[in-house]
């Protein structure tokens, strides 16, 4: 496909593409891309990115792919990045539309100040709107319906959600946040260990190139579906990229002083499906879990011990106490909160897809437990679990509220995203969402599927709270710190 110039143009206003990218059009050297952590780096092993690529090309209502996933945000897509795009087309770049980027699809959007107000959770949040029926044969009823928008129903419930980024999907068994694009497939190898009945997956690659069409039809209402070739060439593109923060703002060089941190480190990671399992251990070597998920920052282990001073010498004057550089100290820190997410234990208590099918009851646990594949956190089977990211205590008032009642046994629940609910029909799921990916995060704030939690820190006090942890103020420093440097 040749680039023209109206093209450019779209992918100038529309994507928001720093200089180097915009002058050579096609076949880009990545380069580093700032946060307010630092800089974030991609690697390919195609080498170069070629925006000839179809994940660039604009589809149905003029989006592409790279409309929500944006390699300056970590491949997905932030706010201040949203908020940039409407000044400079006055509402009118392609994520802005109706279907699926408002909180309504039939908010009026006339003048910009409509605009602004139909698409704010876009805007403010990085949200699209997923909407959703109740299936046919749900466990569960819809009894009540609280929308500040004013248009959800049990014929399509609206679900407020962070679009994934799509990048490190080396690393991922579980598409989309509900699972909506993960297959099952009874002749696969895929199948989790212990599970009653068998669950068994198709490929990553067949979930991703399904995807990449219900994408194009949907969120871009393409009339026509993608070319075989086309979601071929998207997948590939994809599936070519790792993302890491490269440089920590305090502490430098995330990969310097024996450090494995940045991206170039995670191309080689080894990944498959059940590695380092929580629940049955490792498939493929049949070693036990190893709760040492993360072990890139351990070479930083006490570089803020202050040494010991000179001893005195009789008749000159005492010598300075000896400094520690401030990178030291904010390495340290990374590294303090590397152990905390490894080793910090807690009580994984009340998570629908934990606690129960996983038969932990009380776990005592740490963040490694869930986020448990090396060195990226993603969890290395489809295990799907409630945290509490939707429950109505933390409800904020621009998210909906859905009162779901129980067929058989009446029980009630008030909850903001019912999750993998709306796939399955089940009560167990009502809540339950994918484990993501932690690699890059600085990149690409909010947190959490609804984008609920602003910065890392949030995220932090989210889980001592609801896990009544009992972090100190260092510990959220050092986990804040150790995160943000992923």
């Known amino acids: 496909m040749k680039v023209t110039k109206k093209m450019l ?11 180097p990218w915009i002058a050579s059009a096609a076949n880009l050297v990545p380069v580093p891309q700032a946060n307010p952590q630092g800089t974030s780096l991609t690697v390919t092993t195609l080498g170069t990115i070629d925006t000839n690529n179809p994940f660039f090309k604009p589809f149905g209502n003029g989006r592409a792919c790279a409309s929500c996933h944006q390699e300056s945000q970590g491949w997905s897509i932030t706010p201040a990045g949203l908020q940039a795009r409407f000044i400079q ?13 408002a909180n309504s699809p039939s908010a009026p959007v006339a003048t910009l100040a409509q605009k602004r107000a ?29 929308d500040p928008y004013g248009f959800a129903s049990a014929t399509e419930l609206s679900m407020f959600r962070r679009p994934l980024p799509s990048t490190n999907l080396k690393f991922v068994n579980t598409v989309m946040w509900d699972a909506r694009e993960t297959f099952s497939d009874v002749n696969s190898k895929l199948c989790v260990i212990g599970s009653r009945p068998a669950q068994c997956f198709a490929s990553t690659d067949f979930d991703l190139l399904h995807q990449s069409n219900s994408a194009v039809t ?27 923060q490269l440089n920590s703002t305090n502490a430098g060089s995330l990969n310097a002083a024996g450090a494995s941190g ?6 080689v990671n080894n990944f498959y499906f059940g590695i380092n399992d929580l629940a049955a251990g490792d498939y493929l070597t049949g070693a036990p879990f190893n709760r040492n998920v993360m072990a890139m920052f351990g070479a930083w282990r006490g570089l803020d011990n202050r040494p010991l001073p000179p001893p005195p010498v009789p008749g000159r004057p005492a010598p300075p106490p000896p400094t520690i550089s401030p990178t030291d100290i904010a390495r340290a820190s990374i590294a303090r909160g590397e152990g905390i997410f490894n080793n910090k234990p807690f009580n994984i208590s009340n998570v629908s897809g934990f606690g129960d099918e996983l038969r932990r009851p009380l776990q005592r646990g740490s963040c490694a437990s869930c986020h448990s594949t090396p060195n990226v956190g993603t969890n290395s089977v489809p295990h799907l679990f409630n945290t509490g990211t939707s429950a109505v205590n933390v409800r904020t008032p621009d998210l909906p509220l859905y009162t779901l009642k129980n067929i058989a046994t009446g029980e009630v629940v008030e909850i903001s995203d019912p999750g993998a609910a709306l796939q399955t029909g089940k009560w167990k799921d009502i809540g339950r969402v994918k484990v993501p990916s932690l690699r890059a995060m600085a990149a690409r704030s909010p947190y959490f599927h609804n984008g609920s939690a602003k910065e890392l820190g949030d995220v932090v006090r989210f889980y001592d709270k609801r896990f009544a942890i009992g972090f100190t103020t260092q510990e959220i420093a050092d986990l804040t710190a150790f995160l943000s440097a992923l």
């Open 118 to 146: 139909a698409y704010s959770m876009l805007l403010n949040k990085g949200l699209i709107r997923v909407g959703l029926p109740i299936p046919a044969g749900a466990e569960f009823v819809l009894v009540k319906v609280d």
């Open 89 to 101: 087309s006055n509402g009118n770049d392609p994520i802005f539309k109706l279907n699926d980027g």
């Open 218 to 244: 949907g969120h871009a209402q393409a009339a026509q579906g993608l070319t075989a070739a086309e979601q071929r060439a998207i997948v590939d593109f994809e599936k070519s990229l790792f993302t890491a």
């Open 9 to 19: 143009r779209v992918l100038q206003v529309g994507l928001l593409l720093t200089p």
């Open 262 to 267: 940045g991206p170039n480190a995670l191309t």
